[in-house]
Nanobody, 114 residues
Framework: QVQLVESGGGLVAPGGSLRLSCTTS????????MSWYRQAPRNERELVAF???????NYANSVKGRFTISRDNAKSMVYLQMNSLKPEDTAEYYC????????WGQGTQVTVSS
């Protein structure tokens, strides 16, 4: 059974940091490109960052220089380090695995507010 479980979300003040984790199982993690997406209320889901099987990374312009995506194939986990958070980063954050098939996690809420 495939599982993607996000964790690490919460409430943080502007300028703060959070580290999101996505714990996965049930598929060949190392052969999948892993991504983080986010969706704010009344907005479409948008790509935040991805990391390929060869560790190539790419980021949305809105988070470049502030967010870092990484993966640990031994643990089948992907991370999103988020620094200098802004209120506009408030959203539900989702982990996605893309390869032979596509899988999504259930999301974790990030709220940036004073």
């Amino acid at each position: 059974q495939v599982q993607l479980v996000e964790s690490g979300g919460g409430l943080v003040a502007p300028g703060g940091s959070l580290r999101l984790s996505c714990t996965t199982s049930g598929f060949a993690f190392s052969t999948y490109t892993m991504s983080w997406y986010r969706q704010a209320p009344r907005n479409e889901r948008e790509l935040v960052a991805f990391i390929t099987t060869t560790y190539i990374t790419n980021y949305a312009n809105s988070v470049k220089g502030r967010f870092t995506i990484s993966r640990d194939n031994a643990k089948s986990m992907v991370y999103l380090q988020m620094n200098s958070l802004k209120p506009e980063d408030t959203a539900e954050y989702y982990c996605k695995a893309q390869g032979w098939r596509t899988y999504w996690g259930q999301g974790t809420q990030v709220t940036v507010s004073s």
